[in-house]
C-alpha cells in the first residue's frame, strides 16, 4: 500500500484525537455501502441453515441486487428482528452486483436467536467497539457484557447496540465535532496518546459514509469530558503507517462469492487488514496491539 499519505494537524474532543489522511494520488472507485442498499432495497440478508449452530450463528447471507459492487465493513453491527440476533461483520467484504455470498459475521446479542414479527433489518449508525478483535466470538460476548456493566447499561439480550444506543447523546456530541476536508481519505483515532484505529478507504465519499460510525467505536470506550493534553502529531501518524509497511503479510482467499484480493499484516505492535480490488485500495483498518505512545526523546525519521 503506497498512496503517498499526507496527515492532517491533530483535532481533539475531550480525550478522542482525530488525524485525517489525505492523498494526491488517484481515487479509488466508489461502492454500495450496506446501509444505503438496505435502505433501498437494493440488498437483502437472511439466516442460513445449517445443522451445525455455530455455522449459523457466525455466517449470514448476502444478496446484492444492484447494478454495484457492494461493500460490507469489517465491524459494521446488521441490527434488527427480521434475522435471529444482531451480528457484525467479521471482515471487510466485497459482493459483485447481483449476486449472493455467504458472508462471515459475529454474534453481539448473545441472549436472542429467534426473529420478530416487524421483520426489519438495518445496519447501525456505529461500528462494533473491539474490531481488532473479531472472529473471537467468546471474546466478543465477553466484551459486551464488561463494557455494558462498565457503563451501567442494562441491556437483557447481551446487545452490543443497547449500548450505544443508551448513550446517543454522548456521542453525538463527539462525533459531529470532527469535520475531514474534500480530499480526506483516511482517518487515525487516538486516545491517551495511544493510537488506536486507522481506515483508509478508495474515495472521500466512502470515508464520509463511515467516519462517524469509526469514531463512535473508539469513543464508547472512552466518556471522559477532561481534555487532556494530547502530545500526539503528525510524525506518529507516520510512524505507524511505516509499522505498517514493515510489517509481515500474508493473503488470503476471499469467501466464494465475493471478490477483491485480502492481505492481512501483522507486526509486533500493530495488525490489520488491506482489501483491493483492481490494484485499487478499497479499505485498509489498523489496529494498534501495543501501547504507543508519544515519547520526547524519540528520534522520528519522516520519509
Not at 491533530?10 to 472507485?29: H, T
Not at 503528525?234 to 465475493?258: A, N, P, Q, W, Y
Request: proline share 2%.
Amino acid at each position: 500500500m503506497n498512496l503517498n499519505l499526507k496527515v492532517s494537524e491533530a483535532q481533539q474532543k475531550n480525550n478522542i484525537v482525530v488525524f485525517f489522511l489525505s492523498s494526491d494520488e488517484k481515487k479509488g472507485d466508489s461502492y454500495l455501502s450496506l446501509s444505503e442498499g438496505l435502505e433501498k432495497k437494493l440488498v437483502t440478508v437472511s439466516e442460513i441453515d445449517k445443522k451445525d449452530f455455530f455455522l449459523n450463528v457466525l455466517n449470514l447471507k448476502i444478496t446484492n441486487n444492484s447494478l454495484q459492487n457492494l461493500m460490507l465493513v469489517s465491524g459494521e453491527l446488521i441490527t434488527g428482528y427480521k434475522i435471529k440476533q444482531h451480528r457484525v461483520v467479521a471482515t471487510t467484504t466485497i459482493i459483485p452486483s447481483q449476486s449472493s455470498a455467504i458472508v462471515g459475521v459475529n454474534c453481539c446479542e448473545k441472549s436472542r436467536w429467534s426473529p420478530l414479527q416487524d421483520n426489519t433489518i438495518s445496519t447501525s449508525n456505529s461500528l462494533f467497539f473491539s474490531r481488532q478483535n473479531l472472529g473471537r466470538q467468546y471474546k466478543i460476548w465477553n466484551e459486551i457484557k464488561d463494557l455494558s456493566n462498565n457503563l451501567k447499561v442494562k441491556t437483557f439480550t447481551y446487545s452490543a447496540e443497547d449500548i450505544y444506543k443508551k448513550k446517543e447523546q454522548s456521542l453525538k456530541e463527539i462525533e459531529n465535532f470532527f469535520k475531514p476536508s474534500p480530499e480526506d481519505i483516511g482517518v487515525v483515532v487516538a486516545t491517551n496518546n495511544q493510537i488506536k484505529t486507522l481506515d483508509i478507504f478508495s474515495n472521500n465519499y466512502m470515508l464520509q459514509i463511515y467516519l462517524k460510525k469509526i469514531i463512535r467505536s473508539v469513543a464508547i470506550n472512552n466518556f471522559k469530558k477532561i481534555n487532556h493534553k494530547s502530545y500526539l502529531n503528525e510524525k506518529d501518524v507516520f510512524k505507524f503507517l511505516r509499522l505498517i509497511h514493515h510489517s509481515k503479510k500474508r493473503e488470503f482467499k476471499v469467501t466464494e462469492g465475493t471478490c477483491g484480493k485480502k492481505i492481512h499484516f501483522n507486526g509486533e505492535s500493530i495488525k490489520g487488514t488491506t482489501i483491493y480490488l483492481n490494484n485499487q485500495v478499497v479499505h485498509c483498518t489498523a489496529f494498534t496491539k501495543d501501547f504507543l505512545a508519544y515519547r520526547p526523546k524519540r528520534e522520528y525519521n519522516v520519509a
